[in-house]
Nanobody, 118 residues
Framework: VQLRESGGDSVQSGGSLELSCTASGVTFGVSTMGWYRQYPGKQRELVARIHSGGSTTYANAAKGRFTISMDSAKNTVNLQMNNLKPDDTAVYFC?????????????WGQGTQVTVSS
């Protein structure tokens, strides 16, 4: 399984970015796809997650500004980020969690850098 992220960039505060992630080599059911971010020296933290059934979970910092969406048929997940703030500067990682035979098994992308300047 490979997760390929795109969309990371440098923007001004208040700007928008859309992150995209496509998973390839998936031969099993998918439970969730999501986005995490990591600050230097910190643990990875959840930004947003979407279940294959459509339910979503957002970190408090993302609520009202970020929107996650998924195309289950294509195993893609997007994160629309609006009104970006300098605190959103981090490396963003795509995550996929399997279902069925691969229940609970997680896969990660390599990460994409988002930089927000004030």
């Amino acid at each position: 399984v490979q997760l390929r992220e795109s969309g990371g960039d440098s923007v001004q505060s208040g700007g928008s970015l859309e992150l995209s992630c496509t998973a390839s080599g998936v031969t099993f059911g998918v439970s969730t796809m999501g986005w995490y971010r990591q600050y230097p020296g910190k643990q990875r933290e959840l930004v947003a997650r979407i279940h294959s059934g459509g339910s979503t979970t957002y970190a408090n910092a993302a609520k009202g500004r970020f929107t996650i969406s998924m195309d289950s048929a294509k195993n893609t997940v997007n994160l629309q980020m609006n009104n970006l703030k300098p605190d959103d500067t981090a490396v963003y990682f795509c995550n996929l969690v399997g279902d069925g035979k691969y229940y609970g098994v997680g896969f990660w992308g390599q990460g994409t850098q988002v930089t927000v300047s004030s």
